[in-house]
Structure formats: C-alpha cells, structure tokens
C-alpha cells in the first residue's frame, strides 16, 4: 500500500486512505482519531487506540481523577512517564521564551476559552499567571499521536487525532482555509513527521468591539485576536503540537525569525491569504500549491 496518493485536511475531521488501506475511527480526547494502516497490520488499530485511552486518562484535564489532575491539586507527585512529559513541555517553553507554557490551566478557566470565553478583570489574569496549574490541550495529543505510531509496526501508516496528522511514508495533504475550516486553501507533500496547525479563527467569542481567539499568550496572560494560521510540520508530533502553538504566540514575523534559527518547518496563512513559510519548509515540504487563488505564496 502507498499513502502517496492519501489527502487530508489538517484541522479537518477527514481523512481518504490510500487503497487496500484500512480505516477505522474512535472519539477519543474530545475529538474523533481516524487511524489508516496497510490491511496486514489492521491488528494493531486496536492496540494504538487503547494506548490513546491509556494516555487521556493520564492527561486529561476534563475529568477529575486522571493522573494530571490529580498532581494538579497536590495529591500525588507525577509518575516517571509523566514527570518526563511535562519535563519535554517544560523544555519547550524554555526554548520559545515562554510562548508555550502547559502552566495555563487557570488562565483557561479564567478567560472561558473551554466555553463560550469571557474577558476577565486583570486583577484574575495576575492571580492566573502566577498558578503552575497545568493544562494539557497543547501538547496532549502530540505525546498521543507519538505513542500510537510507535506501536504501529508498518511500513506506512498514516493517524489524524482531530485535524493533527502523524504520517510514516508520505502523503499529500491541505490546509484549510483560516476563516473557513471546510475550504482547504494549500495542498502540500511530506513524510515521515507530523502536521498540527493552529488557527485563531477556529473558535472565537467578541466582547464589546474586540474579537479574541481561543489561543492565549502565557507571556502575559492576554487573549490573541484571530490571524489565520500556523502550520508546523515536525520529525514529531509532540513538537509540532506544541510548536503550532507557539509560533501562532509569537506572531508571523517573529514566528519565521524564530522557526528559521531552529530550524522548524513553518507555514504561516495570513487574513488576506498570504502564505509564508520558512527555510526549512521550503525543503521539508514539497509540492506545495495554493488551491484557492486567493492564497499567494509570498516566497
């Protein structure tokens, strides 16, 4: 089986295997994991889902008895695997200047960004910015997309966690248009990593005259406005998870100036349909072709 010919839209829920591939889905996190493998491996779906399982009731944040909610609240030191997950996030948020940061629990629950978001008084950010709460949307599914792969022994397969795409071969996937997650805007080619893209425009709430996104800066606490999107494709798929984030944080200019001295292969959608990428996208990615004209490669 070749994944060559796969498509998938990244933060989209769809996915079309190569032929002779098999396909199964599970809601899992919050979101539906669509797994495609060659025929002869379909047996190890099962075994890569139960580990996705195994990882939410670790991680989650959304019950009260998984393993992080509980170190949260004090009642027990992490276990090893988890004591090494938040040390790799930790890692991250040291090397991004801490436009990543999994230390945003309360600051998620002050801005509402799980419900309909609400902007709060600036005495709850403070209070907010100094918890060590922690909160697992931004590297959760990365640290799964990772653990399922590796137990999947073929050749090629190809897993999409709820738009976050881990591929081992190579396939041809789109991203989606920011402002309208149906419409794929940029077709692209890779291999062997992972694709996660953050957008802004995903959920927003507007209060009085201003629009926030549900994508906030842990700098200093603030809500960022909707400004398309930020596409990282990574060896990965828990550093791409995290660095989507962050490199959406830190904003285009800075977000390329960044990702060009790491080396990390980004593509950045802007309101008005420029594209850009960094140096290493132009060689990490190939064949990559806007599909809706009003997206102008600007490189």
Known sequence: MSLRAAC?????????????????????????????????????????????????????TWTDDSELARVNRGEQTPSQEL????????????????????QVADLVRVWRTRDDGALPDPAAIQAALASATIEEGGFGK????????ALIDA?????????????????RATIADPAD?????????????????????EKTFVVGDR??????????????????????????????????????VLGEDDGLRWADDNGIAVIFIDPDGNVRRSARARERVRELVPIDPKFILKD
């Not at 075994?47 to 989650?60: H, P, Q, T």
């Not at 090494?84 to 040291?94: E, F, G, P, T």
């Not at 090629?156 to 396939?171: L, P, Y």
């Open 83 to 102: 004591a090494a997950v938040l040390a790799k996030a930790d890692d991250w948020s040291r090397r991004t200047g801490g436009a990543f940061d999994p």
């Open 211 to 248: 629009r926030f996104s549900h994508i906030l800066d842990p700098r200093n606490g603030e809500a960022l406005p909707p400004r398309g999107s930020v596409s990282v494709i990574a060896a990965d798929a828990f550093s791409a998870d995290i660095l989507s984030t962050a490199l959406y």
């Open 155 to 171: 050749p090629e397969a190809m897993i999409n966690f709820g738009g976050q795409i881990a591929v081992r071969g190579e396939m």
């Open 181 to 201: 997650r149906d419409r794929p805007a940029i077709a692209l080619t890779f291999s062997d990593g992972s694709l996660s893209t953050s957008s802004g425009s």
């Open 8 to 60: 998938a839209l990244a933060f989209l829920a769809a996915v079309w295997p190569a032929e002779g591939a098999v396909q199964r889905a599970r809601y899992l996190m919050g979101t539906v994991c669509e797994i495609a493998v060659p025929e002869s491996h379909a047996s190890r779906i099962e075994i890569a889902f139960a580990e996705a399982a195994r990882i939410e009731a670790m991680l989650s």
């Open 142 to 149: 990365g640290y799964a997309l990772d653990r399922m792969l």
